[in-house]
């Protein structure tokens, strides 16, 4: 089952993008090798297993899955800090693998990361002022009146005012919403065209997590910002990105504009996942929800076929658990991994 | 004494020394429960939810400044017990606890089966044997396969842990569970099933529970009555069909109003500004700072007021 990695990567050619496509994600696996006691390989970890999208410039998408379904995978990739086991990833037509170190220097600064607990991804050392000026001095901004010219703008537009009350502040000082604000300033300082956060908001309370998530959006829409939301929660979906991605153990299951999605969900996944979405409401606590039952596979063996066919009730026996599915388009832009619409 | 209810707090205060001065986690919080019902305590990080569930179970730290108020359970105040009572009578006999990150509750050297009988041949003198048969019933009640008894908590799954947590609260038949953020660490599905457990447990033996969580959309899958607390203090309590549709309070109005929501077309608000320190709490109204509706009364400490058969704590109100 080991697979040949080399010849396989050259197998796969580029595909042609659309000039205004930012980023294209072209049959990505991103597998990790289990070794034992540190030899041989004895099995992949297969936490992104072909995964297909483009990215438009100034598009908001979400990627929704449960822990362990690889969403976190697939954005390191995106990101540059795994490598692809297989297929590519193009960002305005130049190949992330392909790029040298003064590539990656580059495309760093035109990509923003917002991590998921900002008191973890503040270095507790540091001042608000340095964190925010780190990415500048890496980037080669020499001139000091320069650098203290953009962090005060950059803080300007996250709302954290008066920008002097904060920059000698440490991030032990700040609450979590405030944390989190600097984070993205932090991520916005090199005037990037893509911004990858990752669960921005979970780690928030409820009262503050909206005002994060406007946030957001403003400044998406703003500097038309090219965005991925990673996120476990559809309902905040809503509010943020123009199409869904619905991820399931490594597999991209449904691709669909979020309107689309909510009235006609039609991977039986995705209604799942809609199900099992409370809403604030007396009426929850009278009835049973109907939820698949067990976990997500292991991604060392997947099922074969379509990997959701153990928990689906909608199984077309002889088919689910042999044949993989194919995309199928069943409406305009919503694209279903499912036999059920063949 | 049937007629009595299961769980009456009154006046309950827990305030913890530090170096900074005293910190009134739980100030004079007041609310009842009756038998086979479940009350929801809502309220953000910090606003002494956790704390409350401590001081209702006595499970204190040791820097505990003040302790008084009245905790009824059936009838009869049980802070007036010693703590060897406590012990023996209250604590996983009529009360039991499924703690906060319960997954990670488990003592990892010890089999579940073992784990989840031991308050069983401990509370009730059980034999071994007797208590892991019991623990096979609890597993049943919670859906954890029989077979599971003899794993060690590290081959479980999140949710299976989380049931088994659940199993193990529920072994002494308790009237009361107390739940603190039961799934806040699971995945949406295994959410979901977890409150189906719930749900069937409180239909099936009739248990009470007091649900101690931030996310308000799930709480609402088992929630009787709400209870929403704020900087130490409950501040609206009502049936969980008057509250959810309407609440009285402005700081549950506004709480309401920032959840996002899946079905209804609604852009979600947010409150400005963020939660007093409970070390320097304001004089007066503890919400007034961030209230839209605030007016010159809420320098003073707001009343308890009875409304519609709810009771809200603040002078819009009087």
């Known amino acids: 089952m080991a697979l040949d990695t080399k010849s396989k990567k050259q197998a796969i050619a580029v595909r042609e993008v659309a000039t205004n496509v930012l980023l294209s994600v072209q049959s990505l696996r991103v597998w990790f090798e289990l070794r034992r006691f540190g030899f041989g390989i004895v099995g992949h970890v297969r936490a992104v297993d072909g995964v297909n999208f483009d990215l438009h410039q100034g598009e908001a998408i979400a990627v929704v899955g449960e822990s362990g379904c690889g969403k976190t995978s697939l954005m390191k990739t995106i990101l540059g800090l795994y490598k692809p086991t297989e297929g590519h990833v193009i960002f305005e037509g130049k190949n992330l693998s392909e790029m040298g170190s003064r590539g990656l220097q580059w495309y760093r600064s035109q990509v923003g990361y917002v991590q998921q607990d900002p008191f973890g991804a503040l270095p507790p050392f540091m001042n608000v002022q340095r964190i925010m000026e780190e990415p500048l001095i890496i980037s080669g901004v020499k001139n000091r009146q320069e650098r203290a010219r953009r962090v005060r703008k950059v803080m300007e537009e996250v709302k954290l005012f008066p920008v002097d009350d904060y920059l000698s502040k440490f991030p032990h000082m700040l609450s979590g919403g405030q944390q989190q604000r600097v984070v993205i300033a932090r991520a916005m300082i090199l005037e990037p065209k893509l911004i990858v956060a990752d669960e921005p908001v979970s780690m928030l309370d409820a009262s503050v997590r909206v005002e994060i998530l406007k946030l957001l959006r403003g400044l998406q829409t703003s500097h038309n910002l090219s965005f991925i939301y990673i996120t476990h929660d559809l309902s905040t979906v809503r509010y943020f990105s123009e199409r869904i991605f619905v991820m399931y153990a490594g597999k991209i299951v449904e691709i669909a504009p979020i309107d689309s999605l909510l009235k006609n969900p039609q991977h039986p996944y995705t209604l799942a996942l809609l199900t099992a979405t409370s809403d604030p409401d007396a009426n929850n606590a009278k009835s049973f929800k109907e939820v698949p039952p067990g976990e997500p596979p292991s991604l060392v063996n997947p099922p074969t076929g379509c990997r959701f066919h153990p928990r689906c009730p909608k199984i077309i026996k002889g088919k689910c658990e042999v044949e993989d599915p194919v995309d199928i388009v069943t409406e305009p832009d919503h694209v279903t991994a499912c036999w059920l619409y063949q | ?318």
């Open chain 2, 1 to 318: 004494m049937a007629d009595e209810i299961l769980l009456d707090v009154k006046n309950l205060v827990l305030h913890f020394a530090t170096t900074r001065g005293p910190v009134q986690a739980v100030d004079g919080v007041d609310f009842q429960l009756d038998y086979n019902k479940a009350v929801v305590i809502l309220g953000e990080s910090g606003c002494g939810k956790t704390s409350l569930a401590k001081a209702i179970l006595r499970l204190l730290p040791r820097n505990v400044k003040t302790y008084s108020g009245e905790v009824k359970v059936a009838g009869k105040d049980v802070m007036l017990l010693n703590e060897e009572e406590f012990r023996q009578n209250v604590r996983w006999v009529a009360i039991s606890l499924v703690p906060q990150a319960a997954m990670n509750a488990l003592n990892p050297v010890l089999r579940v089966g073992d784990q989840v009988s031991e308050p069983a041949i401990i509370h009730l003198g059980m034999k071994k044997e007797d208590g892991l048969q019991l623990a096979l019933k609890m597993f049943q009640h919670v859906g954890v396969p029989a077979d599971f008894i003899t794993r060690y908590p590290f081959e479980l799954s999140g949710g299976m842990r989380q049931r088994v947590a659940i199993a193990m609260a529920l072994v002494t038949s308790p009237s009361l569970i107390v739940l603190d953020e039961p799934t806040s660490a699971l995945d949406l599905l295994t959410q979901a099933n977890i409150f189906n457990v719930l749900k069937r447990i409180k239909k099936e033996l009739g248990t009470s529970f007091i649900l101690i969580t931030h996310d308000i959309a799930t709480s609402s899958e088992l929630a009787d009555s709400v209870a929403i607390m704020y900087a130490g203090q409950i501040v609206e309590t009502g049936e969980a069909g008057k509250f959810f549709p309407a609440p009285l309070h402005p700081y549950a109005q506004k709480l309401m109003a920032s959840v996002p929501r899946l079905r209804a077309n609604k852009d979600p608000d947010f409150i400005i500004g963020q939660p007093p320190s409970l070390v320097n709490l304001p004089t007066g109204c503890r919400f007034a700072e961030r209230c839209p509706s605030r007016f010159e009364k809420c320098v003073q400490d707001p009343p308890v007021i009875k409304k519609d058969g709810r009771l809200v704590k603040c002078w819009l109100y009087a």
